[in-house]
């Protein structure tokens, strides 16, 4: 069972360049979410998206886009990289908090991304 | 709102030592607790959860944390450090019915031999 895939595990940009984190989970979760972290800030939630076709703005969304066409994918896009997103990015999914439970979250191995 | 304050970004503690990690946490309703691991160049691992049905919870690896409403708290111990616990740790915070967990500023723990 793969759980949270993350690509690429690193990647270099000059300022101004876009690109897109990939995410990929098989566990038929509902909710996905993307986190930064940064020293001494902990992970702060970027956006996230309750099922196919919705997405919501998290606490830092600023400076990226997400889109959810389908319940296994959620993929980060930064469209005009700048040198404040370097970070370690975290890909993270669980069941909906509606169904009852702690859900907790799955978590991908993280992208690092170096903005010059 | 929720929100969990982790106090002590560092922690150190001697090989045998016991291991006491705080965090105390804001809800305005009774909140699912979480304690996560982090090794390094990993990404997270949920070390134990606390859901109601018990306020000391067990976890993985000796880890335990008790649930303390009056003290707003859900503090992190194990009896005896040992080396391959030197991780950064993180306790976060859910509203029931709700989706997204809010993780505090982390806390990284040395091990000395």
């Known amino acids: 069972n793969a759980g949270v895939t993350q690509t690429p595990k690193f990647q270099v940009l000059k300022t101004g360049q876009s690109m897109t984190l990939q995410c990929a989970q098989d ?17 702060r939630l970027i956006h996230y998206s309750v099922g196919a076709g919705i997405t919501d703005q998290g606490e ?18 930064l469209l005009s990289a700048a040198p404040s ?17 702690a859900g907790e ?11 010059l | 709102a929720q929100s969990v304050t982790q106090l002590g970004s560092h922690v150190s503690v001697s090989e045998g030592a016991l291991v006491l990690l705080r965090c105390n946490y804001s809800s ?28 000391l919870v067990k976890g993985i690896n000796g880890f335990e944390a ?21 991780a950064e740790y993180f306790c976060a915070v859910r509203a029931p019915g709700a989706n997204n967990l809010f993780f505090g500023t982390g806390t ?3 091990v000395i031999p």
């Open chain 1, 27 to 43: 566990m038929n979760h509902e909710y996905m979410s993307w986190y930064r972290q940064d020293p001494g800030m902990g992970l």
């Open chain 2, 66 to 86: 008790e649930f303390k409403k009056s003290e707003t708290s859900f503090h992190l111990t194990k009896p005896s450090a040992h080396m391959r616990d030197a």
């Open chain 1, 85 to 101: 997103q370097t970070s370690v990015y975290f890909c993270a999914s669980s069941y909906l908090g509606v169904r009852g439970g």
């Open chain 2, 28 to 55: 305005s309703v009774p909140p699912y607790l979480f304690w996560y691991v982090q090794y390094p160049n990993q990404g997270l691992q949920l070390l134990l959860k606390y859901t109601s049905a018990a306020t």
């Open chain 1, 105 to 115: 979250l799955f978590f991908g191995e993280g992208s690092r991304l170096t903005v």
């Open chain 2, 108 to 110: 990284r723990l040395t």
């Open chain 1, 60 to 77: 830092v969304p600023n400076g990226y886009n997400v889109s959810r066409s389908t319940t296994e994918d959620f993929p980060l896009r």
